[in-house]
C-alpha cells in the first residue's frame, strides 16, 4: 500500500523557468493539500483540493502559483517564472475525507532556484 | 487570527525525559498534532489529541492539552538519540485547515 508519492524529489530551476511538482495521494484518498516549507520555518498550507475542486486557496500567493488536481492523474502544483525566494520544501498530503483527523504526508519536493 | 507557536531549540542529555511546548490560538481547534521530521524527509504523526480529551499517552510519549490556556505539550521519556528530530505541534481549525507551529529542533546528547 503505496502512500503519498511526490516527484520529483529535488527539482532545480533557473530564475524565470516554470516549476511543475506533482503528488500522487495514497490509494482511496481523493483530498490533497499542498504546504511550503521555507528554510528554518515551519509548514505553510497553500491549496486543498479535491478532485477537479480547488476548496481553500487562501494560502496561495495570488500570481505564478497554480494547482490542479485532474480526475484522472496526480495533482500538479505549477510555479510559473520562479524567483530565488521560491526555494523551498513543497509537502502534499492527503486524506481520505475532509473531517477526519489525519493527512498522511508525501516526502516532499526540494525546489532550487538558481 | 490563526497561529501556533513553538520554542525553537530544545536539548537534553539520553535518557532524560524531553518537554515541548506549544500555544495555539483558535479556541475551536478540533485535532491537535504533533509531528516529527527527521532531516530531508517529509512528516510523520506522532499523536494526535482531540480537543475535547486533555491528556493521551502512547508508550513513550504523553501529550498534554491546557484547553483554557490554548497550550499543549508533548513528553518524551527515556529519551534517545533516534529521538534527534524537528516536532511540529499544528493545529486543526474549525475550516479544517492545519496551521503548523515553526517546530522545535531536539538535539539528544548522548
Known amino acids: 500500500n503505496a502512500g503519498v508519492m511526490q516527484n520529483p524529489r529535488h527539482l532545480v530551476r533557473r530564475r524565470g523557468q516554470e516549476a511543475r511538482l506533482r503528488c500522487s495521494p495514497m490509494?482511496?484518498?481523493?483530498?490533497v493539500y499542498w504546504y511550503r516549507q521555507l528554510p528554518e520555518e515551519g509548514l505553510k498550507f497553500m491549496v486543498y483540493?479535491?478532485?477537479?475542486?480547488?476548496?481553500?486557496e487562501s494560502g496561495m500567493p495570488k500570481e505564478r502559483f497554480s494547482a490542479e488536481f485532474p480526475k484522472e492523474g496526480p495533482s500538479i502544483l505549477r510555479i510559473q517564472q520562479v524567483v530565488r525566494g521560491d526555494s523551498a520544501a513543497y509537502f502534499c498530503?492527503?486524506?481520505?475525507?475532509?473531517?477526519?483527523?489525519?493527512?498522511?504526508f508525501g516526502p516532499g519536493t526540494r525546489l532550487t532556484v538558481t | 487570527g490563526e497561529d501556533v507557536e513553538q520554542s525553537l531549540f530544545l536539548s537534553v542529555r539520553e535518557g532524560d525525559s524531553s518537554v515541548i511546548n506549544c500555544t495555539y490560538t483558535d479556541s475551536s481547534s478540533t485535532y491537535l498534532y504533533w509531528y516529527k521530521q527527521e532531516p530531508g524527509a517529509g512528516l510523520q504523526l506522532l499523536t494526535y489529541i482531540f480537543s475535547n480529551m486533555d491528556m493521551k499517552q502512547d508508550q513513550r510519549l504523553t501529550v498534554l492539552l491546557n484547553k483554557k490556556d490554548k497550550h499543549l505539550s508533548l513528553r518524551i521519556a527515556d529519551t534517545q538519540t533516534g529521538d534527534s528530530a524537528i516536532y511540529f505541534c499544528?493545529?486543526?481549525?474549525?475550516?479544517?485547515?492545519?496551521?503548523f507551529g515553526p517546530g522545535t529542533s531536539l538535539s539528544v546528547i548522548p
Open positions: 499544528a493545529e486543526k481549525t474549525s475550516y479544517d485547515k492545519v496551521i
Open positions: 498530503a492527503s486524506s481520505v475525507a475532509r473531517a477526519t483527523y489525519e493527512q498522511y
Open positions: 490509494k482511496g484518498h481523493s483530498h
Open positions: 483540493l479535491q478532485k477537479e475542486n480547488i476548496i481553500d
